[in-house]
């Protein structure tokens, strides 16, 4: 009975957010909410700060990332529908970056000692508590198993489940409003579009769905010499927490120290592309994200 209430309150505080950046066109042009996004500019006017970006679409970017990890995955799903908010928009939503502060230590040694049953102790020798990466969805930190093997050890953020499902229950909320007061957007398909972002964010929240996508890659390309996939730790990997094989690199993009440690850019290039082809055509399993 409440649930509309909580969504309209959790709308306005969107769209203040939203209005903070100067972001509000998707909801003017959705035409659902115009009293909220009159309020949410009434209210953002003093908080604005007269600091925007030149583009509407890194306004958009600015306010998604400001929003935090649902709407974060919600823009980087949208920035390939280019004829939901146009080319330009897109193009500046693909580049909003999955970088969230890190959650403590605490919070995620008590998530790997939940998730598996052991203290951290008995798992590794060695946890570092300061992470590597941290992401909307999850943190990375470097540790060594008590078998002396160097791993990166993947913790899911703590309340990140309950948080998308607030957070998906009101777009799916805003998708129906949107097909039952707006007829033309139907050819958008918004209920579609939500339910595909909710199954998709779901899996990447189940890490043993990862791992076992990972060993499944592993196993595809065991013949090419020129692929080293990282070994999943099963006895250290859950729903919340998968333990990988640590492998160290240099980043793709970082070309000069890339030539300094004897390798040719051009050959890698040449390789990844094969492997890439190898992965389409022969195995019809391929990495989407391949930075």
């Given amino acids: 009975m409440l649930e509309p209430f909580r969504h309209v309150a959790r709308l306005l505080a969107i769209a203040r957010t939203l209005a903070r950046h100067d972001a509000l066109f998707p909801l003017d042009d959705a035409r659902i909410a115009p009293i909220v996004t009159l309020l949410a500019r009434a209210l953002a006017k003093k908080d604005r700060g007269g600091r925007t970006a030149p583009r509407a679409g890194q306004r958009l970017a600015a306010a998604l990332d400001e929003l935090g990890p649902s709407f974060i995955k919600l823009g980087q799903a949208i920035s390939v529908r280019s004829d939901i908010l146009g080319e330009e ?4 939503l693909s580049a909003l970056q999955d970088r969230l502060p890190p959650f ?10 939940r998730e598996l049953g052991k203290p951290v102790a008995s798992l590794f020798v060695r946890f570092d508590d300061k992470p590597v990466a941290a992401a909307s969805i999850a943190q990375v930190h470097y540790a060594e198993t008590t078998a002396g093997e160097p791993v990166a050890v993947k913790v899911l953020r703590p309340g990140i489940e309950a ?3 607030r957070d998906i229950a009101l777009l799916e909320w805003l998708a129906g409003l949107a097909e039952c007061t707006r007829p033309s957007l139907r050819r958008l398909k918004p209920r579609q579009v939500v339910a ?13 769905m990862e791992a076992a996508a990972t060993s499944e890659f592993a196993e595809s ?3 090419d010499p020129n692929v080293h996939i990282p070994k ?10 998968m333990t990988l094989e640590r492998i160290e690199g240099i980043p ?16 890698i290039v040449a390789r ?8 389409v055509f022969r195995n019809c399993f391929f990495h989407a994200d391949m930075h």
């Fill in 163 to 165: 948080a998308f499902e």
């Fill in 272 to 279: 990844a592309a094969e492997t890439f082809f190898v992965q």
């Fill in 221 to 223: 390309l065991a013949d």
């Fill in 89 to 92: 928009v897109a193009e500046d």
């Fill in 104 to 113: 403590g230590a605490a919070e995620a040694r008590a998530t790997i000692e």
């Fill in 232 to 241: 999943v730790d099963w006895l250290r990997t859950s729903r919340r927490v």
């Fill in 252 to 267: 793709v993009d970082e070309r000069e120290n890339l030539i300094a440690a004897g390798h040719d850019p051009d050959e």
């Fill in 196 to 208: 595909t972002f909710r199954e998709t964010v779901r899996i990447e929240m189940d890490l043993r």
